[in-house]
């Protein structure tokens, strides 16, 4: 059995390019679902999964981690367990994928980096009213306890063809720069092309200098600024150096309520390593999974709770 985890810690400074990492996704066989910005969610290939893409891989480090049977480890790793191949014959064949670049795509994705584009607001809209005359997707979002006032507040949408929830994304100066979408049956995710989910957090617009709370889902934080808690969405497990200067920069201290799981506490731990600030963890508590999970006369007896202790 492998030594997962000493091998991806003694190995986790290599650097790898995006084709090579899918490059070598490819060639053991594994199915990419979603190619998001910075990372790949793959259907996994150690354990049953072909409804949703499981399994997420960094597109620079290799880094991968299954959020279903919390499988993870490094590039090598994920090589010499998917295929069968030992790990000298793993290290030669993520070798002979280095070479394997995308000039043309690396060029389109420099321009699109340049800046931050507005997004089309007409298909905001278009999505909204959408939403608003659809009684499954208004009773969905109430099931997640959001308002309908806060769907009118954030533009909430609607996709007939995708059957997903649209929420939309706006910067830091209230610009909307894309979207994010879940289905309404399943746990299906979809973005807008392009959503520079690296450079923004969701929901920042409307909470600046802030004791700001961060969580991973767009809900989560619409379901907090619903009860008057500041709170922004990292839009994933992950945080970019973008986000975390982005925090230092707006916030007058931070509350971290990470998902209960291994990437949730690795969150925790790249905020704690990177930000000025004070900053303070909420343990979720009991079978919770987040703080989604919790009613909202919970969610504010924890909130006033971590508050009462940093007076």
């Known amino acids: 059995m492998l030594s997962r985890g000493r091998r991806a810690q003694t ?32 259907y996994c290939p150690f354990h049953y999964n072909i409804n949703t893409p499981a399994c997420e891989v960094d597109k620079e480090k ?14 090598i790793d994920f090589v010499m367990r998917s295929s069968n191949r030992n790990y000298f014959e793993a290290v030669r064949l993520i070798d002979s994928k280095s070479t394997d670049y995308d000039y ?40 997640r ?60 617009n409307r909470n600046k200098y802030e004791k700001i709370v961060v969580v991973e889902s767009s809900f989560d934080a619409i379901r907090l600024w619903q009860l008057g808690i500041p709170s922004v969405a990292t839009l994933g497990s ?4 973008e986000q975390l200067e982005l925090l230092n920069k707006w916030s007058s201290s931070i509350i971290i309520a990470p998902d209960k799981d291994e990437a949730g ?6 905020i704690k390593d990177n930000i000025s600030k004070d900053v303070s963890v909420i343990e979720i508590p009991g079978d919770n999974k987040d703080i989604g ?13 971590i508050n009462s202790i940093l007076i």
């Open 238 to 241: 992950y945080i970019s150096r």
């Open 145 to 204: 306890g959001i308002s309908i006032e806060s769907a009118a507040e954030f533009k909430i949408g609607y996709s007939d063809k995708q059957q997903m929830i649209t929420v939309p994304v706006q910067d830091h100066s209230g610009i909307y720069v894309g979207f994010v979408g879940r289905s309404i049956s399943g746990k299906s995710f979809k973005n807008s092309n392009g959503l520079p989910r690296r450079h923004v957090l969701f929901n920042l």
């Open 265 to 270: 506490q690795k969150l925790v731990k790249k």
């Open 293 to 305: 999970d919790l009613s909202n006369e919970e969610i504010i007896e924890i909130i006033d709770k």
């Open 11 to 42: 190995d986790s400074s290599y650097f790898y390019t995006e084709n090579q990492v899918k490059s070598v996704i490819n060639t053991c066989g594994a199915t990419i679902g979603s190619d998001l910005e910075t990372h790949f969610l793959i």
């Open 104 to 143: 043309e795509e690396s060029i389109i994705k420099l321009v699109e980096q340049k800046e931050i584009e507005e997004f089309d607001i007409s298909t905001i809209n278009r999505l909204y009213n959408t939403f608003m005359n659809n009684d499954d997707a208004i009773s969905y979002v109430k099931n």
């Open 62 to 75: 290799g880094l991968y981690f299954c959020f279903a049977c919390q499988e993870s480890g490094n590039l």
